[in-house]
């Protein structure tokens, strides 16, 4: 157990307050047991006012913030007057409903703090397709770049039952992984992992770090559920905790009950920490050397290698020959002209596009192919250099 889970008294460990002094960006979930009215009828306005005033406090420390909210199909039935129902039509006609009055809810609370605050509905095909994975991406990063605040729930009026994600704790953890988030936080109704569950066992034990997610671990969660307590709720929080950590992501798991739930926990409120393994930017990169098979590949001049040694993006101007069939998004290798692979990366154009604009400079672009796309062919945050 000492190998997998640090005690209070190992000063070494992160704590919540550290984690998020540290953070450049952070995402938060927030679960619909904290975000409805325990009258069903409507959202916490007040709660979500004080977690407003948290979420604003942050921003203005320079960091960036992700929400990902639960909530539209509660709220939604409500509205509509439906009773609760496991039926994925009547799921669906509810978060059709209930995701314009999230978003409103979320708009009224940050208003005062003049947070312009953006709507993404996701699938679970946006994050294991690359090519939507990466316009998600895109529209992310824009969105932060416009100092706006996205908040991002399932797609529930489309998804079909066997590829919705089933529960936001996993989309947070793919939200994180794709804006390479350095600290997720996962606000629900418990202050983290216990031994066994508190509520039945006494002797339960607090568990404020874990190192890695392992069988010991996952099986203090299966204690809970099978005391019918929480069940899957602690099960899918480490499970999207083990996502965030392979992404170079820590995890705080933490209760959102009453006010300001984030300054609490920089205030030293109980919570469970669940480390990252390495950075997430590390993360991405190993991602893309190791993780997938070149789709094709782009011959470059001698220009183009140095520059990319260098540490900057492919641009078309230096590619002279694109190889192989692919879609955007398609991870690529880049050859130089003596055959040698020198990197790879996620390429912004399908293979024809590539083709079209290859040698050429970014004003002609929209002249050859009848629209304006991204000015690198591999942006070099999308790029890994191999050693040679």
């Known amino acids: 157990m000492e190998s997998t889970l640090r005690t209070l008294e190992d000063n070494g460990r992160p704590t919540p307050a550290r984690l998020i002094d540290d953070a450049r960006r952070i995402v938060v979930k927030v679960g619909s047991s904290l975000l409805i009215d325990p ?30 909210s639960s909530g539209a199909v509660a709220l939604g039935r409500a509205y509509l007057g439906m009773k609760r129902s496991d039926r994925l039509d009547h799921k669906q006609a509810a978060a059709a409903a209930g995701q314009a009055l999230l978003i409103r809810a979320w708009e009224q609370a940050l208003a005062r703090h003049d947070v312009p605050v953006a709507q993404l509905l996701l699938t679970m095909d946006d994050s294991e397709q690359r090519r939507r994975w990466l316009n ?64 039945r066992d006494p002797s339960a034990v607090h568990i404020p770090y874990v190192a890695s997610v392992d069988d010991e671990v996952q099986a203090f969660a299966a204690d809970a559920a099978a005391a019918g307590h929480g069940s899957g709720g602690m099960r899918t929080k480490l499970a999207a905790a083990q996502i965030a950590s392979g992404a170079g992501c820590a995890t705080i798991i933490a209760s959102g009950h009453g006010d300001h739930p984030i300054r609490r926990l920089e205030e030293s409120a109980r ?54 069939e692919f879609e955007r998004g398609s991870c690529l290798a880049i050859v130089d002209k003596e055959g040698r692979e020198i990197g790879r990366g996620l390429c912004t154009y399908a293979a024809g596009e590539a083709r079209a604009i290859m040698g050429s400079a970014s004003d002609r672009f929209e002249a050859l ?15 890994v250099m191999l050693a040679r």
Not at 137 to 148: F, G, I, N, Q, S
Not at 166 to 194: E, F, K, T
């Open 271 to 324: 919570a469970t920490v669940v480390a990252a393994h390495g950075s997430p930017a590390r993360a991405y990169k190993q991602w893309i050397a190791g993780a997938l098979a070149p789709a094709g590949t782009l011959v470059v001049d001698e220009g183009a290698a140095r520059a990319l040694t260098a540490g900057k993006s492919l641009l078309p101007a230096g590619v002279v020959r694109v190889d192989g």
């Open 369 to 383: 192919l009848g629209w304006r796309g991204p000015d690198a062919l591999i942006h070099r945050d999308d790029l």
């Open 39 to 68: 009258s069903g009828q409507g959202a916490r306005t007040e709660w979500l006012a004080r977690l407003a005033d948290d979420l604003a406090a942050l921003r203005g420390r320079s960091k960036q913030i992700v929400l990902v």
């Open 136 to 199: 998600a991406r895109a529209t992310l990063e824009m969105l932060l770049a416009h100092k706006a605040l996205p908040v991002i729930n399932e797609n529930d009026s489309v998804a079909t039952e066997e590829l919705r994600y089933g529960d936001n704790d996993r989309l947070s953890a793919r939200a994180a992984q794709m804006v390479r988030s350095d600290l997720l936080i996962l606000l629900s109704d418990v202050d983290g992992l216990y031994t066994a569950d508190p509520a």
